[in-house]
């Protein structure tokens, strides 16, 4: 029987072209177990109908839950997430129907690594502050925005899964100490690549950028709360490659307001698309990104690899590489 894949039409870019380029779509177009088309229309949310006439759906940013699958008429078995975040799928409910959830978190990790890198060279070195300077003809004031050398400085990351582990491989050259926040991480392996493993509260008052690159879940939902950004140093930056409510906006923005910590480098935010509105896009200390600072060809096309990978292994009967648990 031929398997029938959705893709969701938010993959493609204003002129029709699939955002990952046509590469990976080859994938698909050479399995003849596999019949493929766009599902039509701007959708914000698997619907009933649309589960009742796939086999598996592969989505960009579309919310999949329990009320996706409830019906009887259910035809999906596998959803797979174009990137590492699942946050809007409820996995636990799918499971329970019998539908596995797959994402990408091989493809993403050196990418929002190398993401994370340039928000804090930016922040360090004040370059937008000398852009500005620049192009303003000021440029008898730039020996009072004095950048920040890293050899002095200390990295702290929250969260030291795969994102994690790839961005202090990247950052151990820059000769800074680093530091990790991860409960269920392997103190071994952090070591091993010239970080210590410490509880986030202790991490916190160490760290001149922190960094959150873990996953969003009830655990981690506003980890950094007013509390927490209390305890960062005033001269300190706080940056989010992860999700936008693993940090309590609105505290984050009382702490950028009262010098409570010193800037803020920010991909990700608590509604999205950001609401114009929104302070934090009105801060000179703040650098934004709309949830795509790590967009690369590279990065897409390797997230549609083994995105669409994990799509032709279940076709065929295999087991598919990146399996979210649903526990």
Known sequence: ?????????????????????RGPLELLDRDPAIEWEYIPGKIDEITPDIAARYDGLYVNTQRVTAASVARADCRVRIVGRHGVGYDAVDVPALAARGVIVTNTPVAVRRPVAVAVLTFIFALAG????????????????????????????????????????????????????????????DPAAVRALGAELLPLEQMLPQADFVVATCLLNAETRHLMNARRFALMKREAYFVNMSRGPVADEAALIEALRSGTIAGAGIDVFEQEPVDAANPL?????????????????????????????????????????SVVRPG
């Open 126 to 185: 004040r370059l937008f502050t000398k852009d500005r300077l620049t192009r303003e003809g000021r440029w008898s004031e730039r020996g009072n925005h004095m950048g920040l050398g890293l050899t002095t400085r200390t990295l702290g990351v929250i969260g030291a899964g795969g994102i994690g582990r790839e961005l202090l491989a990247l950052a151990r050259p820059f000769g800074w100490r680093m530091l990790a926040a991860d409960p269920y991480a």
């Open 281 to 321: 896009l009105a801060m000179d200390n703040v650098i934004v990104a709309p949830h795509a600072l790590c967009w690369t060809d590279e990065c897409f096309d390797a997230i549609a690899r083994e995105g669409l990978g994990c799509m032709v292994d279940f076709a065929n009967g295999r087991t598919p590489k």
């Open 1 to 21: 029987m031929t398997f029938k894949l959705g893709l969701t039409s938010d993959l493609l870019d204003s002129r029709g072209e699939p955002t990952f380029g």
